[in-house]
């Protein structure tokens, strides 16, 4: 009798996060053929998120330390994929704290457990940003240099670097702004949609940012992004070294964002106030225009990402029927 083939394992590191959930979600609909776990930096795991997702595996890691990881050695195996969307994301935060978010946002530890492993066997899809760019320009492409404003976007580019130069099968995802309906687990931070429709709906003078422009992603495009990597890597095998900017198709400042969630719901426009992002302090250096040239993406994977009103028809409709 010819032996089962072995079932392949897919890891989230930082799954109980925004993207992690959605994409948790999606894997979890293949779960006949995949193996899939999520880490989490918590004490526990989001009780909803096990409930929804029960033959989805969670394991407690810390991304700084490494203390974990031999624990999804042991029980889990060696993941073949693994999707790192663990980070320090606030820039305020890592302003604040520079070496904290140096620490988490190169996954060092996670990398050096991959390559313990002394195969070849695992693809490492990691989420990068848009802030990597200086912000002078518009529709960066990949081969652009890098020369970020903020601590947030230089950890981002040391991660970068530190993944090119260690693995030997990598696809580096740099992300614009992710946006969507809420998670199974509702997360902390605020979503820019709801926030946005939240303060609107009040009917208050709101002011936006009008000279800040970035190409805001739906996350349903960002999760098939992932996993038309991940299922290319598990057909094939053949070697990925990828580095792909991943944003929608619209460049849009907050202001047109605002407008559009206004559009959408049918609110007065004139409560929308445009205003210049120097006239705020928010304690952190943000680029002016990193909006993103996605040809590269939709060349490799065929994937067109929609329109930001349509993502926001789709967000708002999510939230509607939940």
Known sequence: MAE??????????????????HLLAELASAAD?????????????????????????????DLRSGDGFEAISASFG??????????VSVPRACEMDPAAAMATN???????WLLSFGNED???IHLSTDQVYEGVKSFYKEEDETLPVNMYGKSKVAAEKFIVEKCSDYAILRSSIIYGPQTISPVAK???IQWMDSVLSQGQHVE????????????????????????NWLSDGKKVQVLLNVGGPDRVSRLQMAESVAAVRGYNHSIIKSVSASSVNRGVASPSDISMDITKLTQLLSIKPISFQDGVRATLDAEASS
Not at 6 to 21: A, I, W
Not at 42 to 51: H, I, M, N
């Open 4 to 21: 089962a083939e072995e079932r392949k394992r897919v890891l989230v590191v930082g799954g109980s996060g925004y993207l992690g959930q």
């Open 33 to 61: 053929r995949l193996d899939v776990a999520f880490t989490h930096h918590s004490p526990a795991p989001p009780q909803p998120l096990l409930d929804a997702l029960p033959s989805v595996r969670a394991f407690r890691a």
């Open 78 to 87: 060696q993941p073949h994929v693994v999707v790192n969307c663990a980070a």
């Open 106 to 112: 190169v996954p060092s530890s996670l990398v050096n």
């Open 122 to 124: 695992s693809l490492l």
């Open 190 to 192: 605020s979503l820019p």
């Open 208 to 231: 936006f940012f009008n000279d800040e422009f970035r190409c805001p992603v739906y996350v349903k495009d960002m999760v098939a992004v992932i996993l038309s990597l991940a299922k």
